[in-house]
């Protein structure tokens, strides 16, 4: 590829402004959708993973090996030491803030007469406020000078009869059998948006929690990073660290299926839109070229006449559909950007998802690979479109082009 065939294929692709501007529309209205499209799912993604992240999930939980498939059936069976020398070495982690020691509770919560059952975390609370950054609390949040205050769910509040101040009764049956139970005072409300999480969650002291299962450890250290992007480095160096059949080390997306799922899906649709828009520019481009085959058919004769080869011709036609493509891919981003940013200002108004109770206000979060992605689709196209124009023009007869338009 010479400066001589990019100056001449630059040159053929201002002749017929009206052609060229109606072909980078095309392109520049793709590269912005899938732009937008693409920057939505990818606010979706953050949204979720940090939504998970900061209700309570943290960026790595650890626990005993199959606690979470048979942990349920004997919970004190998969009980973590606490104090150990292998909580020092979590603690001392690269990245790691903070480390928030559960214990998984569940049982019978009354006040009154009513009497429903409840599945609780005993937590850390100042560790927990660091790791459950957005929990939404209606009151005071659990505090390590009140020992016996707890959070309830609004659900479950609402189906007890209780408010903020209440009292209420946490009743649980004991590892070595029998039953234990505590009377709590209600410190607040607390919602995380999934209805059926909030019509049966209870949050107390890691302390309270103890007392009530009469235990000491606990069943989960929850450790909140720096920074998600050190979620693989931080796993990686706490696996090499802790042996395999004492403790499991879990990432949020390890944990989280559902996030998981979700960028299947979405990424599948994302990868759909750039195909359908791909070939929409790819039809679009195609007819473009052929026309100016067509016209320029005597130009081409002349070409090959004073001695320009086959392969110069299709090379001069690929360079023209590359130019167009950068050109609209270029145009596109920047137009893409503007779109996007005057969309995340004004917001995308989104309705509660399945199981929520509460909606949320979307944006468009642009990554570098999205971006390059768009581009490369761009330029890639019409690079595919002016294939079959290219090898068109480059098999004419020199003899019938030059006589072509005479």
């Known amino acids: ?71 349920a059936a004997d919970p004190s069976a998969y009980l973590l030491p606490p104090k150990s020398p292998e909580l020092m070495i979590v603690l001392g982690a690269p990245h790691v803030e903070v480390v928030d020691e559960r214990l998984l509770v569940s049982g019978l919560a009354s006040s009154g007469e009513t009497t429903v059952a409840f599945f609780g975390e005993a937590v850390d609370p100042a560790a927990d406020r660091k790791i459950s950054k957005v929990l939404s609390v209606d009151g005071k949040n659990l505090d390590p000078a009140n020992p016996k ?39 607040g409300l ?3 948006n999934s209805k059926a999480c909030d019509d049966s969650a209870v949050r107390m002291p890691i302390a309270l929690g103890r007392e009530l299962l009469r235990v000491q450890g606990s069943h989960l250290w929850v450790v909140g990073l720096s920074d998600t992007k050190h979620t693989d480095e931080t796993v990686a160096y706490l696996r090499a660290r802790l042996p395999k059949s004492l403790f499991e080390v879990s990432s949020w997306f390890e944990i989280s299926d559902f996030y998981r799922k979700s960028v299947t899906l979405l990424s599948r649709q994302v990868d ?38 086959r392969r110069g011709i ?21 137009f893409g950007f503007t779109l996007a940013q005057l969309l ?63």
């Open 1 to 71: 590829m010479s400066v001589f065939q990019i100056k001449l294929a630059s040159r053929n692709l201002t002749r017929h402004h009206t052609r060229t501007l109606v072909s980078l529309a095309a392109i520049i209205f793709g590269v912005a959708a899938l732009l937008i499209a693409g920057g939505f799912v990818e606010w979706i993604f953050w949204a979720i993973r940090e939504a998970a992240i900061q209700t309570g999930l943290g960026h790595i939980q650890i626990s005993r090996p199959g606690f979470r498939e048979s942990g």
């Open 272 to 309: 759909v839109v750039a195909l359908l828009i791909g070939a929409i520019i790819v039809l679009g481009i195609s007819n473009t070229l052929m026309m100016n085959v067509l016209e320029r058919t005597g130009e081409i004769g002349t070409l090959m006449a004073m001695g320009t080869p």
């Open 314 to 334: 299709l090379r001069l036609f690929m360079i023209e559909g590359m130019l167009l493509g950068a050109l609209g891919g270029l145009v596109g981003l920047l």
């Open 190 to 192: 607390f919602s995380i």
């Open 344 to 406: 995340s200002y004004v917001g995308i108004p989104m309705p509660p998802p399945p199981g929520r109770t509460e909606g949320y206000s979307a944006q468009i979060m642009l990554t570098f690979p999205l971006t390059l992605g768009a581009f490369v689709m761009a330029v890639a196209s019409t690079t595919v479109a002016s294939l079959y124009p290219a090898f068109k023009a480059s098999r004419l007869p020199v003899v019938d082009a030059l006589r072509h338009n005479r």
């Open 149 to 187: 205050g707890v959070l309830v769910g609004r659900g479950l509040a609402a189906v007890l009869g209780i408010k903020q101040g209440g009292r209420i009764t946490l009743l649980v049956n004991l590892p070595g059998g029998g039953i234990n139970a505590v009377e709590a005072d209600v410190a």
